[in-house]
């Protein structure tokens, strides 16, 4: 990797206060955008989402635990493998403490279209405490597009269909289990569908990227540091585990 020139203090700083002015723009960019994706409007889910957990069924209010908001990231878990995804896995490994989020009446829950029995050997392995919930054999992966089939839906994937798809040369997404995230409100005795977002709309969970982003040589992987968008270079993460092999 390339090293940053040398230069006096004098030149860091001026260099270092001409960047700190794009970067409160962008806060500023960031800003509007949250409230925008506050504006959105919300969909009543009509829908009787039923999923298995640790302590066995569960309905999609019952994953509210209590609360008014719920986020739901969609795990994608190798059934062949017996493994969550490494990337996936990686998210989960930045999730904070959920006291912060409980505080503001928000809950976050895992969700993958496989057998409650497959997930927990891996989420024992991994060490997670998160609630991590079963969608196998309903359609709330597929409504939601975290899996994507043309045999039981349309293709959809991070709001394009197959064609648009396999014109980006995003053939990987046209078939099998994708990340997402999805967001329901509670009001009263209904539920509803607020925001999703798929793809880089999920980078910025990723709490150790953005720590990287701070240092000289970024996240090491792609060009110049910069995140893999290409997917030509060498995708560095491995589960927590695996990282001495």
């Not at 009509?46 to 640790?54: A, L, N, T």
């Not at 293709?155 to 999805?182: M, W």
């Not at 980078?203 to 992987?221: I, K």
């Amino acid at each position: 990797m390339t090293l940053p020139r040398i230069a006096s203090r004098a030149e860091w700083l001026a260099a270092r206060k001409e960047l700190w002015t794009k970067e409160k723009e962008l806060t500023h960019m960031r800003d509007a955008l949250n409230l925008k994706r506050r504006e959105l409007p919300m969909v009543r889910i009509e829908k009787d989402y039923v999923f298995e957990g640790p302590a066995g069924k569960a309905r999609l209010p019952d994953l509210f635990a209590g609360r008014r908001q719920l986020i739901i990231y969609h795990f994608m878990f190798h059934r062949d493998r017996g493994e969550g995804c490494p990337g996936c896995s990686y998210m989960a490994d930045n999730i904070a403490y959920l006291a912060h989020l409980h505080a503001r009446d928000t809950t976050l829950a895992l969700v993958s279209r496989a057998p409650s029995s497959e997930i927990e050997p891996f989420k024992a392995r991994m060490g997670w405490t998160l609630a991590w919930y079963s969608s196998f054999g309903g359609d709330f992966n597929y409504d939601f597009h975290a899996t994507t089939d043309e045999a039981v839906a349309a293709v959809e994937y991070n709001f394009r269909d197959k064609a648009t798809l396999e014109k980006l040369g995003q053939t990987y997404h046209v078939s099998g289990e994708q990340p997402g995230i999805s967001v329901f409100l509670r009001d009263g005795g209904s539920v509803y569908h607020t925001y999703s977002t798929y793809g880089r709309g999920l980078d910025l969970l990723l709490t150790t990227n953005n720590w990287l982003d701070l240092t000289p040589f970024g996240r090491g992987e792609g060009w110049g540091g910069m995140p893999d968008v290409n997917g030509k270079g060498k995708f560095w993460v491995r589960y927590h585990d695996r990282y001495d092999e």
